[in-house]
């Protein structure tokens, strides 16, 4: 089975520095993985998905991410952090037809 | 389109009682999950139905939860009886069933459930 582990449960950085939230997948085929952010009492919505069309993948809201196969990785990065980013980020594979989440890594963004 | 809608969005009740949470899914879409949140266990899939059948409930925890989707436009998970531990968040997700796993699902606003 598909699955993914997030590195760090908690992540603090200051306005304007870069965001880099770490997650690992392990998969035995080429994986479809995602990005999803969660803001306080809402649901999830989608920042960007990889599907082998290309490793660096761009998604909404500045964020980015790129698959590193040698190193089973797809981390989410961002220049320049906003307050707006604080939230909680969660990095998903698919499973045959399920979406497997990671445990979530909650981004705290400091003026 | 109004997005994946769920009901109730809160919903307070005591250990014992039935519980039924409501989805209703992205028009068009033929997939739907029912998902769990809870601060111990993170995001849990319970199942997920494929053109209204089930396809996976492996997640659901115990005889205690059920599920049904009648038709393509509705979707339900009842708790009956309801434990104070089966307080958490319930997301339905919805999606369009292709031939692969890329397409994304769309989530609702979750069901916060509460029970004393």
């Known amino acids: 089975a598909q699955s993914v582990t997030q590195l760090g449960s908690h992540v603090s950085v200051s306005e304007g520095a870069l965001v880099l939230l770490r997650c690992n997948y392990s998969?035995?085929?080429?994986?479809?993985l995602f990005w999803y952010v969660q803001y306080p009492n809402q649901g999830l919505q989608l920042l960007l998905k990889y599907t082998s069309a290309a490793t660096l993948v761009k998604g909404i809201n500045g964020f980015e991410a790129e698959f590193k196969k040698s190193e089973t990785s797809f981390h989410l990065t961002k220049p320049s952090a906003h307050m707006s980013d604080a939230a909680e980020y969660f990095c998903a594979v698919s499973d045959g037809g399920k979406l497997i989440f990671g445990q979530g890594t909650e981004l705290s963004v400091k003026p | 389109d109004a997005g994946v809608i769920q009901s109730p969005r809160h919903e307070v009740t005591e250990m014992g009682q039935e519980v039924t949470l409501r989805c209703k899914p992205i028009s068009g879409h033929n997939s739907l999950f029912w998902y769990r949140q809870t601060m111990m266990r993170g995001l849990e899939l319970l199942i997920y139905f494929n053109n209204n059948v089930p396809i996976d409930d492996s997640g659901m925890p115990e005889d205690r939860f059920s599920a049904k989707m009648p038709n393509a436009s509705f979707s339900t998970l009842k708790i009956q009886p309801s434990e104070p531990r089966d307080s958490a968040v319930y997301f339905c997700?919805?999606?369009?069933?292709?031939?692969?796993?890329?397409?994304?699902?769309?989530f609702g606003a979750g069901s916060r459930l509460t029970v004393l």
């Open positions: 998969s035995s085929v080429p994986p479809y």
């Open positions: 997700a919805s999606r369009q069933l292709m031939g692969t796993g890329a397409n994304v699902l769309t």
